[in-house]
């Protein structure tokens, strides 16, 4: 088959001469992205139809305006100084930066700009994007964040997170005051290591069961343990969402001490009430609707009461004298 000869002429045009101007036109229109042309002094002279989505301006609104009156007063400076720089060593302007944009509706706009100039010419092409729903969010997953890192570390109870396999990742000020333990002694550490090293081998079993169970995904109910001289109330569970345990250490060595105390005095209280050789009897007076005392019900007795009394204590306790 004979060959056609190549037409050298054709192939050494420049690609301007082949594709008209239209045909620029076409896909500076089909990007899919916000982009105008703008002049040395500012002005715009070319705006595609998604420019609107970002000003609130349709393109015949934009084109013979400067830019600079849809800017927000604290980006402009910034951007007439990238404008100057550019056109006179593009190296020292960046091509892409974050700006605030005045929206038709007057509301503010975060928007990324990404800032070409045109070979040949004083001209940029500006490309935008508006980040300001991005921007919202991250402001509220990073307020979100304030908040929960606060709860943290104020929180009364000690606190730690680790990953799946243990690794303590962080721990709050409440769980080191409660272990004595400066946090570079846990952080990257292995809970079992730390269990291994600091509890006694009465409570290492139990402990150890505990975290293995957390670590498989189970919720661990409060437990108490022994921790030297304190008591200490344990419990953990998953967090699906990053997926590590969370576990909450409550010191509750001073509760338990006041629950013992408590305990004993009644059992001196109980003794002493027992072994009186006077008759006592504790009741609750009945009131009627106006108030006066009508009936009274046996709430305790001692043994001298019955002695005294013939009355039997079972017989009588939670009912009425009448």
Not at 80 to 100: G, T
Not at 278 to 304: C, R, T, W
Request: hydrophobic content about 35%; aromatic content about 6%; overall charge positive.
């Amino acid at each position: 088959m004979e060959k056609k000869p190549i037409n050298k002429s054709r192939e050494r045009q420049p690609f301007s001469n082949i594709v008209d101007e239209s045909a620029y036109r076409a896909i500076f229109e089909s990007t899919g992205v916000a982009s105008m042309i703008v002049i040395e002094d500012t002005h715009i002279i070319l705006a595609n139809r998604e420019c609107e989505q970002v000003t609130g301006y349709p393109p015949e609104k934009l084109v013979g305006q400067s830019w600079t009156g849809f800017v927000a007063k604290e980006s402009l400076k910034r951007m007439l100084k990238y404008h100057r720089l550019r056109r006179i060593d593009p190296q020292k302007a960046p091509n892409k930066y974050e700006v605030k944009l005045i929206h038709r509706d007057g509301t503010i706009r975060d928007t990324i700009l990404s800032v070409r100039m045109i070979p040949g010419s004083s001209n940029s092409i500006i490309s935008m994007q508006d980040v300001t729903d991005l921007r919202k969010t991250q402001q509220e997953l990073a307020d979100q964040e304030n908040r929960y890192r606060s709860l943290f570390e104020c929180s009364p109870v000690g606190i730690v997170v680790a990953d799946k396999k243990g690794k303590m990742l962080d721990t709050n000020p409440a769980l080191l005051k409660i272990y004595g333990l400066p946090k570079a002694n846990l952080i990257g550490k292995l809970a079992f290591t730390l269990v291994r090293k600091y509890l006694t081998m009465k409570e290492l079993p139990r402990v150890l069961k505990v975290i293995k169970d957390a670590l498989a995904g189970k919720i661990i109910e409060p437990s108490n343990f022994e921790y030297q001289d304190k008591i200490l109330e344990i419990s953990a569970s998953i967090n699906p969402m990053e997926k590590t345990v969370v576990g909450i250490i409550s010191d509750i060595t001073k509760q338990k001490q006041s629950e013992k105390a408590l305990k004993e005095n009644e059992q001196k209280y109980r003794l002493l009430f027992e072994n009186m050789l006077d008759s006592f009897a504790l009741h609750k007076i009945v009131l009627n609707k106006k108030g006066a005392p009508v009936d009274y019900i046996f709430l305790e007795v001692n043994q001298a009461f019955e002695r005294q009394t013939g009355l039997k204590r079972e017989d009588i306790l939670g009912k009425k004298v009448t």
